[in-house]
């Protein structure tokens, strides 16, 4: 018997496509920011970005109205069944009403509310900072110190919050991964304070802290709106599909209140802040691109927590960690200036990730240790015990039933036998 074993489930495909949309998107910022600057001014850059992410979630108004067509589409096909099909075809249809439906109520407009702002909030916090750190560059706060941080908070706060919140009960397997991801963060924290000490300007590691602190509360607040998702898919029986364009619909409404704001306290008197560095075909190209992408994460971001949990998002986020390693390996044999010590930091950088992955994987129950009980109260294992208790129980109900028929066909047997001997 194997002491581990991965725990395939078909919905990891959502996880994995995120994965591959994320390295490739992310790993073309890393590497070359300038592709993706539309205004000179970050700030303003950052911020036609929230407009492009709330664009993106907009977009989810095509797969509602494809899961209500094939509603329709389905309900029709079930009209031409014969009459001996209506019972079972009336059982189907309300099943799918329920699926398209969802339960509204006071505490789901509140919790609605609650996520179309942290929404906001977690994607301005780019903007926040180059608005309050106009000095700050897009290569000064962009390196492998910053992405580990901000993770292994997101991380560990996920954990956390799902706990407390979802009432999530605590296993061996749970205490195990959590304790893993410490021993991560624990050893993270002092390295990527050394590599900052050693490669980074004094100006670089200034911002760099102020980064990390003004990213330290997106760190708790995202795991907070992935905890919020998952009580509304529990509470409210509503599909991924109408929450995305629920939320959309919210970001909608406060960009339409705030942009005005801000540009009348802020912009109004900055001629520089909408100055553009890309031309028009650069511009649509880059727009096309980052919408398209940008809705594909959120919408399979959004399937994982439905399908699995609100932790499960940390294993997406480990995709961030290894895309800036991979940038990091690119730089270090692509510049004539690396040193043989990055490449040591990179290696310890690599093993926390590594360690990471394999902590989150054990918590969402993809990876299972068949020891020391870790096992015991995984959902597949639970179901398994289940499975051979019915059998058992099946087992018994047939052996009782064949006492039962050869206690009738003994009493058969003697009935026959005293009439031979009467005879």
């Not at 050394?194 to 607040?221: D, H, M, N, P, W």
């Not at 006492?403 to 026959?416: K, L, P, Q, V």
Request: hydrophobic share 45%; with cysteine; charged share 20%.
């Amino acid at each position: 018997m194997s002491f581990i074993y991965f725990n395939y489930n078909k919905n990891l495909n959502y996880a994995i496509i995120y994965w591959v949309v994320e390295i490739i998107l992310r790993g073309l910022i890393y590497l070359d920011w300038k592709l993706f600057k539309i205004f000179e001014k970050d700030s303003i850059n950052e911020y036609f970005y929230i407009i492009l992410l709330n664009f993106s979630d907009l977009l989810s108004i095509f797969l509602v109205i494809y899961i209500h067509c094939s509603i329709k589409r389905r309900r029709s096909f079930d009209d031409s069944f014969s009459e001996v099909n209506t019972s079972k075809s009336k059982i189907q249809l309300i099943s799918e009403e329920n699926i398209t439906g969802f339960f509204v109520s006071k505490s789901f407009i509140y919790k609605i509310i609650l996520i179309c702002v942290l929404d906001y909030l977690n994607r301005s916090a780019f903007f926040i900072f180059y608005q309050t750190n106009t000095d700050a560059t897009h290569s000064d706060i962009s390196h492998e110190v910053q992405f580990d941080i901000i993770n292994h908070i997101d991380i560990i706060a996920n954990f956390i919050l799902s706990h407390y919140m979802l009432k999530i009960k605590i296993f061996k397997h749970h205490i195990l991964s959590f304790i893993i991801i410490l021993i991560g963060f624990i050893i993270l924290i002092p390295t990527d304070a050394l590599q900052l000490y050693l490669f980074k300007s004094e100006r670089c590691r200034k911002l760099t802290y102020i980064y990390i602190a003004v990213f330290s509360f997106r760190g708790i607040l995202f795991p907070l709106d992935d905890v919020i998702h998952k009580k509304i898919y529990i509470d409210n029986y509503i599909l991924p599909e109408h929450l995305m364009l629920i939320k959309g619909l919210g970001g909608l409404f406060l960009i339409l209140i705030i942009t005005p704001i801000l540009y009348g306290t802020i912009w109004i008197n900055d001629n520089e802040s909408f100055k553009l560095v890309s031309d028009l075909t650069n511009m649509i190209t880059l727009i096309v691109i980052y919408v398209s992408s940008s809705f594909i994460k959120s919408y399979l971001l959004l399937k994982v927590i439905y399908y699995f949990s609100s932790q499960s998002v940390s294993f997406l986020l480990i995709s961030e960690s290894i895309t800036g390693s991979i940038t990091e390996i690119i730089n270090f044999f692509s510049s004539d200036d690396s040193n043989y010590v990055n490449i040591i930091f990179l290696t310890i950088d690599i093993l926390i990730i590594l360690l990471t992955s394999f902590g989150t994987l054990v918590y969402n129950e993809i990876i299972v240790i068949k020891k020391w009980g870790l096992d015991k109260n995984v959902a597949r294992e639970i179901t398994t015990r289940a499975l051979l208790e019915v059998d058992k129980i099946k087992i018994l109900d047939n052996e009782d039933e064949d006492d039962e028929e050869e206690a009738d066909h003994g009493g058969d047997i003697s009935m026959m036998e005293m009439k031979e001997v009467y005879d």
